[in-house]
């Protein structure tokens, strides 16, 4: 006797676990034929799981979920409540930072620039780590090894922190929406502890 899914004290869920399977396979570019071939079904059984006729049997989702390349917790996990979160305001460093709940390990920090990068290279820093940013208004410079680039308003750069770095502003503020790994974040951290004045004076600051 197969196990159900979704009664009507958890219809929310059935109905989300349905949109979801649907949404998946639309997004595979799979028809109903294809996904059930798959998944080892008749297309109408899929196509009743899919239209809320058939209950939502658990070895039929199992099977949905391998063939959908996702897991069965996935298939069934529920919204977070949590789902907008507020930034935290660090006035030091005139930036919004905020962590990723998916992600433990990556931060988004938001930060508005004035002063261009430092012209001593001594005033670079490298830590392990990976950094990507995007420039969400006027110019930045973005100082990397031997290197100078200019980064214009929509384009990204990608990098490895190891690679001696910093960054400012050219001929006006800029803004720029940066993602740091733990291992770019935690570097960023020592710079600031340890006096790393150098880099956060190269508009970097610490994340």
Do not use: Y
């Amino acid at each position: 006797m197969t196990q159900s899914v979704g009664t009507q004290s958890d219809g929310d869920l059935d109905g989300l676990v349905r949109k979801r399977i649907r949404a998946l396979r639309v997004a595979q570019g799979w028809s109903l034929e294809e996904l059930a071939g798959r998944a080892n079904l008749s297309q109408s059984t899929l196509s009743r799981i899919e239209n809320g006729r058939r209950r939502l049997a658990l070895d039929q989702l199992v099977t949905l979920a391998r063939a959908l390349d996702t897991s069965l917790d996935q298939l069934v996990e529920t919204a977070s409540d949590d789902v907008v979160t507020s930034p935290v305001v660090d006035v030091a460093h005139g930036q919004l930072r905020w962590p990723v709940k998916g992600d433990p390990g990556l931060t988004v920090v938001r930060r508005r620039m004035t002063d261009p990068p430092p012209d001593n290279p001594a005033r670079m820093r490298a830590h392990p780590g990976r950094e990507w940013l995007v420039v969400l208004s006027g110019t930045a410079v973005l100082l990397l090894g031997n290197r100078r680039l200019r980064i214009e308003t929509n384009q990204a750069a990608e990098f490895p922190t190891m690679l001696p770095h910093a960054i400012g502003a050219e001929g006006g503020p800029c803004e720029i929406l940066g993602i740091f790994d733990r291992d770019a974040r935690r570097g960023h951290q020592r710079d600031e502890v340890g006096g790393g004045g150098p880099e956060t004076a190269g508009g970097h600051g610490s994340p």
